[in-house]
């Protein structure tokens, strides 16, 4: 895990550097170490990065193109004290602490002081990955962003607790669960930080037979290869959010669930022949590691691969 000096603070003339940067470019300028970013950029530009330590920070923030949003981890609390408006008038003061989040909106400028060091993870999220979740939802509303600042929000602190933690694993059905988990932050994002209306709407239909049976034989299909949401929903022609709900209201699981039982389902039948190795099977069914494979299996079978081939 990065960690940065115990002290920060910003000059005007890091701050015309810092122009035409993204913001964890703008960041490590500020902390002297950049966020530590996952290497994979997902759907729209949308960028996470691991949990990464900073300390004190007294610095004006300039305004950027993208959305920030932080959560908090570790047992203690810090004070924040944010403070925007002509000569800083408007102020907010609050605490870093885990089960608490804080929103920079695309734009905004402030002066942020905070107190100590913390813990966070981060995630950079476009205005256009936002907004194409507004125009399914809110009717193509654009979509502005709240200020937050260590605002409490335990479903969403939990949601960005997950994308760090699973955009660190090397398995194909991990990033299709990353990309979902996003989709369900930018809805969170909608439902609780937005100057935005969601009309009501009437839940959508599960899927037929025909379109479950035919996704399941592409799974199968394509079980050792990286499969993409927008992919599966394709399948069936339908918007990868339709899809998702649709899904499970027809199987009880989501797309990511029914895929991981269908390559399990896959490799029980494949660990029968003899010939094959657990490795091999393991990439047969789209894991890269053993290791990630006997997880995965003995989560649905109750064992590992090695002892269901004992009791065969």
Not at 12 to 28: C, N
């Amino acid at each position: 895990m990065n960690t940065v000096s115990a002290d920060s603070s910003l000059s005007r003339e890091t701050i015309d550097v810092s122009k035409g940067r993204s913001a964890s470019e703008r960041f490590g300028l500020v902390l002297g170490n950049p966020p530590p970013l996952v290497l994979d950029e997902f759907r729209g530009g949308t960028r996470l990065t691991q949990r990464w330590k900073h300390g004190a920070v007294h610095y004006r923030k300039p305004s950027r193109p993208d959305h920030v949003i932080m959560t908090y981890y570790g047992a203690g609390d810090h004070e924040m004290v944010v403070s925007a408006g002509a000569g800083d008038t408007q102020r907010i003061t609050s605490r870093a602490r885990p089960g608490t989040i804080t929103i920079i909106p695309s734009g905004h400028e402030a002066r942020w002081d905070i107190a100590g060091s913390i813990e966070v993870s981060h995630v950079y999220l476009t205005q256009a990955r936002l907004q194409n979740c507004a125009d399914i939802l809110a009717k193509g509303q654009r979509v502005e962003l709240l200020d937050r600042v260590g605002f409490e929000d335990l479903a969403t602190a939990r949601i960005m607790e997950l994308l760090c933690d699973e955009a660190k694993i090397d398995e194909p059905s991990a990033r299709l669960f990353v990309e979902q988990a996003i989709d369900l932050l930018c809805i969170q994002l909608l439902r609780k930080h937005a100057a935005v209306t969601i009309p009501a709407i009437r839940p959508p239909a599960g899927l037929a037979p025909w379109q479950v049976k035919r996704v399941t034989t592409y799974m199968l299909e394509h079980a050792s290869e990286s499969l993409t949401l927008d992919e599966l929903a394709g399948v069936i022609h339908l918007s990868r959010f339709h899809f998702c709900t649709a899904f499970r209201l027809a199987t009880g699981k989501t797309p990511h669930e029914w895929l991981v039982i269908q390559r399990i389902g896959m490799a029980r039948k494949l660990l029968e022949d003899g010939a094959l190795n657990i490795t091999d099977v393991a990439l047969a069914v789209g894991y890269g590691t053993p290791s990630a494979f006997t997880a995965a299996f003995r989560k649905i079978v109750g064992c590992t691969p090695t002892d269901f081939r004992r009791r065969l």
